[in-house]
């Protein structure tokens, strides 16, 4: 089995999507993250659906637990509307080491160890141009593979 | 809102549950992962699905995108036969630095804040006795701050 098996087509967002359209596209579709594609369809980014809720988080909050909890119920409520007015670009955090984009004729073995190794539970798959073909789901990989080993 | 409104009951395994188990539960409910609890029903672990999907790749493929590119493609397909007659505690990676476990008057913004750090799509969420009351996943906290904020 390669990736083209299993590959199916998937909504994207470009940098200039707002990015309360984005956490819109993530939650209406319970998609496990979303593609960001530039003008020529070609992947840039994948972002997992804990990375598209960091693009609201605001950043004091991130990495000390104790000053969120310091913000009370009502404004914690809406702490989503920090996103009102913003690109998907402008609230992206730094360039991710690795993305998890792969070609066609990528195996189960190659996904899956990209998965594990990125934390994405989505794999963009390429076309021969480079252009986005589609994704690939932890969840599509996990049924063919549980299959395969029945 | 506090975690205790968006908490839903949700599937559970222990260290000794058999890891390929573990796999097909995650696959089977289309899971945004696992919760491990202790003999007592309180939570151990959260186990993202990716890193449930981790515990059945070979670990020298883990790192080296290049090694599970040779892997042949039959062989590729049945890589979760790796789990087979493991549990789940044989398969856990290193202990996580943070755990994402909420008591269930943690505020929205601080799931989130725990989710975005954590990389975890879904927390689990105490009762007051420490035993697992359910857990709160991204859709559903994205659905509910995304119609407060409409």
Known sequence: MRASDLTVEYPTVTMSTPAIEAARILAGGDLPGLIVVD?????????????VLRLAVPPYCQD?????????????????????????????????????????????????????????PLVAVTAADGTLAGVVTIHALLDRVLGESA
């Open 39 to 51: 003008d020529d369809g070609k992947p840039l980014l994948v972002l997992p659906g804990t990375q």
């Open 64 to 120: 000390d637990p104790a000053l969120a909890r310091v913000i009370d119920e009502a404004a914690a409520d809406v702490f989503i509307r920090e996103l009102d007015g913003r690109t998907v670009q402008e609230c992206l955090p730094e360039k991710p080491k690795e993305l998890p984009v792969v070609e066609g004729r990528a195996t189960a073995l190659e996904m899956a160890a990209m998965m594990a190794r990125t934390r994405s």
